[in-house]
T-cell receptor, first 111, second 114 residues
Framework: DQQVKQNSPSLSVQEGRISILNCDYTNSMFDYFLWYKKYPAEGPTFLISISSIKDKNEDGRFTVFLNKSAKHLSLHIVPSQPGDSAVYFCAARNAGNMLTFGGGTRLMVKP | GAGVSQSPSNKVTEKGKDVELRCDPISGHTALYWYRQSLGQGLEFLIYFQGNSAPDKSGLPSDRFSAERTGGSVSTLTIQRTQQEDSAVYLC????????????FGSGTRLTVV
């Protein structure tokens, strides 16, 4: 049973608009949530994270929102740029520092 | 080096052969992880090393898979009698014991079993 799910395998947005990537989880014991970005032929790179005691974390064009009651988090990118085109993985951390990853969402930002 | 280094970057092998994949973590990182990403799939956990503790092998898909970490540093993932379904990108990551921004990944080894 997948503990972290990204239900949208792909998302296409126009340059300058907002990209919203969603992630759902089932384990209420996760204490930290992270987003990773992956370009082809490269390893995933850390993008932004949020503690389970927060509901929002912002870093430049990237904002992560956490809704604990719904066990849902989202990543907002605004404004979206063509260089943001990549696969985005949501991850959740348990107390043992293990990360469980979602299946990824491929974001395509069209010029 | 400054990052996590994996070798080889690409490996093509014949079905039934054994392969070894190498990971050099960031110096000082006590935790080391192996994941794999099959075509169109997410990141699948394989094995986790933390310091001198016994590794968490719960993600290894079969007994053909094994991994070692020597001297708390370099790790080798071995796949015996490779099958076509083993074809994937094998990713290694390392981290400090508890680190808010998670892991640092290597660029991966793309394994193709023909």
């Amino acid at each position: 049973d997948q503990q972290v799910k990204q239900n949208s395998p792909s998302l296409s947005v126009q340059e300058g608009r907002i990209s919203i990537l969603n992630c759902d989880y089932t384990n209420s014991m996760f204490d930290y949530f992270l987003w990773y970005k992956k370009y082809p032929a490269e390893g995933p790179t850390f993008l932004i994270s949020i503690s389970s005691i927060k509901d929002k974390n912002e870093d430049g064009r990237f904002t992560v929102f956490l809704n604990k009651s719904a066990k849902h988090l989202s990543l907002h990118i605004v404004p979206s740029q063509p260089g943001d085109s990549a696969v985005y993985f949501c991850a959740a951390r348990n107390a043992g520092n293990m990360l469980t990853f979602g299946g990824g969402t491929r974001l395509m930002v069209k010029p | 080096g400054a990052g996590v280094s994996q070798s080889p970057s690409n490996k093509v092998t014949e079905k039934g052969k054994d392969v070894e994949l190498r990971c050099d973590p960031i110096s000082g990182h006590t935790a080391l992880y192996w994941y794999r990403q099959s075509l169109g799939q997410g990141l699948e956990f394989l094995i986790y090393f933390q310091g001198n503790s016994a590794p968490d092998k719960s993600g290894l898909p079969s007994d053909r898979f094994s991994a070692e970490r020597t001297g708390g540093s370099v790790s080798t993932l071995t796949i015996q009698r490779t099958q076509q379904e083993d074809s994937a990108v094998y990713l290694c990551a390392s981290s400090l014991r508890r680190q808010g921004h998670g892991y640092t990944f290597g660029s991966g080894t793309r394994l193709t079993v023909v």
